[in-house]
């Protein structure tokens, strides 16, 4: 939800307008330190000021000075206790003291007294949001728009609700009148640009990120977005020489760096500024006689054909259910499919709670006695993480979909593995880590790859090439692998090089790229997205997976592996450029893991000049496919559990959350943890 930033209002009734005119001047201009010390000098000669006595309470809120705002609003109200703006800035002092019943009803009383003040119904639905009652929140968006049509931020407000609400539509139409009322409205901008981003607009995306980034050269996010787009298109020269602070989205900034510092102080960041106000609420006494089961809540947009259920979906069938009773929460749009139906029969219970207000939401983890809440989202598109700062059960753990941490003091742990997170990496988490003896990456061995066989010439590769393929996302690739890339069709002749097909701009530039380095672009070839057990069919016309640096593949190496195709990755030091190493080592296949960009290049190089080399890492992966850790689903299950048993019984016991190393499920040594290094 965007933030209002308006001033309270201060209705200027000037008992001195000779004295007072200059101050009121100040505050116009929001130099506020000035108007505080002015208006304190004049506020001893006249203490019965009612504009004076505003003015103090309004810069007191803005400054966070809590008594000082409080007595001198409320003796505004006791000067004029029927002035509509004395009560509006009591509800809007409230509100930034978290006391949303209280400033409720100081913005209903102002409203009551002017039912036409548009800024009260303003705050009113700001409150209303910030308490999960999203559809009273819109309709009181509406009346300040009623009341006062040329209202951009109530526009841009009502745009943040639609976008939440999954109404795109209604969104960009309230964003755009927003920023037509008021072109300086930097987040309207920055709204509308990540609307037409997932529409696949590009170009116009870019130019709203560009208008963003104008109207406020601060606001960070909008030139790591512009940056991002410029990535989906393989833009390598708009991005020569981008700099992005930490003020940015996490996820946008994946790709920028190999920093997991950087990281880390970004999601810390994001989460104090996105949960500052969020009271976490009481846990309820137990009310279950026994622990036979373990409760646990899996929290999600994503239960449907997407990446997550690719990999989950064999947990949650081998899921012990004499052990653990298992509740899905759906907070995203439910494409009905193969897997949601699955999930639906391999679940105690679903809850779609896509329409539901964050407060309903934990109401029905708190009514499902949760032991233990997992974010499946993070810090990813369409998630609702901020659920967890009120506290969904007494042990709540960061899985899957975020690399990296979450930077939150509510999230207890995250689900790692020692390839992973190294003792020297340790430090950037600030979650305990539950250490999988293997790989963190759970996966289906069910997963059934396409009876049909293809030809090579059905997908547009000639025969008897050596075809180098990435199936990554276009915005994973940069400069520094397409270099590499390059160099290696160059030095293997007639081989190609097969890429994902995403996007007319990243196609049309890799072309540009590839001619640019003396290499035909003929010698690029795009693959169309297809169902995926067709997909994971094509993979056996590949002969060497490349992966990407930053960002590693992820469910995408995971696909590759369990078709048979290997994948050489270069380890860095953040979880998502060290997700290729851990799948490598949980498949037998450590020698395909470089530590530089000059060892990648130069074991690219052998594996395809070496026949002999790349058939015994395919004989290995082949022999390997059925016995290794990676793909043994049960076993994975079991440990995954065993984790989720350890730290649920340290919570039981009443030791704080640790480290915990899980050994493997077939290894008759007790489990252990260790007290983390982190406080």
């Not at 995306?205 to 963003?212: C, G, K, M, N």
């Not at 009310?287 to 809540?297: H, I, K, L, S, Y």
């Not at 593995?417 to 293997?438: A, C, G, K, M, N």
């Not at 690219?604 to 990676?630: F, I, T």
Request: with cysteine.
């Amino acid at each position: 939800m965007l933030k209002d930033r308006s001033k309270p209002t201060v209705q200027a009734i000037d008992p001195a307008p000779q004295l007072l005119g200059p101050v009121l001047e100040l505050y116009g201009k929001g130099e506020y330190a000035q108007v505080e010390a002015d208006a304190a000098v004049l506020a001893q000669k006249f203490p019965n000021s009612f504009v004076l006595c505003s003015l103090l309470g309004s810069v007191f809120t803005i400054f966070n000075k809590h008594a000082e705002a409080e007595r001198y609003i409320r003796r505004a109200i006791a000067l004029r206790p029927r002035d509509a703006t004395a009560h509006h800035n009591l509800g809007v002092f409230l509100q930034t003291r978290g006391e949303l019943n209280e400033a409720l009803s100081a913005l209903d009383r102002a409203i009551s007294i002017d039912r036409k003040l548009a800024l009260s119904h303003l705050y009113r639905g700001a409150v209303l949001y910030e308490q999960g009652k999203l559809d009273d929140a819109i309709a009181a968006y509406n009346r300040a728009i009623a009341m006062q049509p040329d209202f951009a931020q109530a526009h841009q407000h009502l745009g943040g609700l639609y976008y939440i609400k999954g109404d795109e539509d209604a969104a960009f139409a309230a964003f755009s009148e927003a920023v037509r009322l008021r072109p300086e409205l930097a987040e309207a901008h920055h709204q509308i640009g990540t609307i037409l981003f997932r529409r696949g607009d590009f170009t116009g995306s870019l130019q709203a990120f560009e208008r963003a980034a104008a109207a406020d050269p601060k606001l960070m996010d909008a030139a790591a977005m512009k940056f991002h787009v410029h990535a989906h298109m393989c833009d390598f020269r708009a991005n020569a020489n981008i700099s992005v602070g930490l003020d940015v989205l996490p996820w946008s900034a994946l790709t920028l760096e190999d920093e997991p510092e950087h990281q880390l102080q970004r999601s810390a960041l994001l989460w104090k500024k996105g949960t500052a106000r969020i009271k976490p609420l009481p846990l309820p006494a137990r009310t279950r006689p026994d622990w036979a089961r373990v409760r646990v809540g899996y929290f999600s947009s994503d239960f449907h054909e997407h990446a997550t259920m690719f990999l989950m979906s064999g947990l949650f069938r081998e899921h012990d259910r004499s052990r653990f009773d298992i509740f899905a929460y759906s907070y995203g749009t439910n494409r009905d499919g193969q897997y949601l139906q699955l999930m639906r029969r391999q679940v105690t219970a679903f809850r779609d709670v896509q329409a539901s207000s964050d407060q309903e939401i934990v109401q029905f983890a708190r009514a499902d006695d949760l032991d233990i809440a997992i974010d499946l989202k993070g810090y990813t598109s369409d998630e609702r993480s901020r659920l967890f700062r009120y506290r969904l059960a007494p042990v709540q753990i960061n899985y899957l979909g975020y690399p990296g941490s979450l930077g939150a003091d509510e999230i207890e742990y995250i689900i790692a593995d020692p390839t992973l997170i190294t003792p020297e990496l340790r430090q950037f988490y600030s979650e305990r880590v539950i250490y999988l003896p293997h790989s963190y990456q759970p996966n289906d061995n069910w997963r059934g790859v396409s009876g049909r066989s293809t030809t090579r010439a059905e997908h547009g590769l000639p025969n008897g090439a050596f075809v180098f393929c990435c199936f990554n996302k276009s915005y994973k690739i940069s400069v520094r692998e397409f270099d590499i890339w390059m160099r290696l069709l160059r030095r293997v002749p007639g081989s190609v090089l097969w890429l994902i097909r995403t996007n007319p701009h990243a196609e049309q530039n890799l072309r540009k790229e590839a001619m640019a380095r003396g290499i035909d672009p003929a010698r690029l070839v795009f693959a169309n997205k297809i169902a995926i057990s067709e997909h994971l069919e094509r993979h056996r016309h590949a002969d060497l997976f490349l992966d990407t640096f930053n960002c590693n593949a992820h469910t995408t190496a995971s696909d590759a592996l369990w078709a048979g195709l290997p994948i050489l990755t270069k380890s860095g030091r953040q979880f998502a450029a060290r997700v290729g190493a851990s799948l490598l080592t949980a498949v037998g296949l450590p020698q395909l893991i470089a530590e530089t960009e000059e060892e990648y290049e130069q074991k690219a190089l052998a594996l395809a000049l070496q026949p002999r080399v790349l058939n015994a890492a395919k004989a290995r992966l082949a022999a390997n496919r059925s016995s290794c850790p990676l793909f043994d689903t049960v076993r994975y299950t079991r440990n995954f559990e065993q984790g989720l048993l350890l730290a649920h019984e340290r919570y039981r016991s009443g030791q704080k959350p640790a480290d915990i190393f899980v050994q493997d499920a077939g290894d008759i040594s007790p489990a252990r943890t260790v007290q983390s290094s982190v406080p």
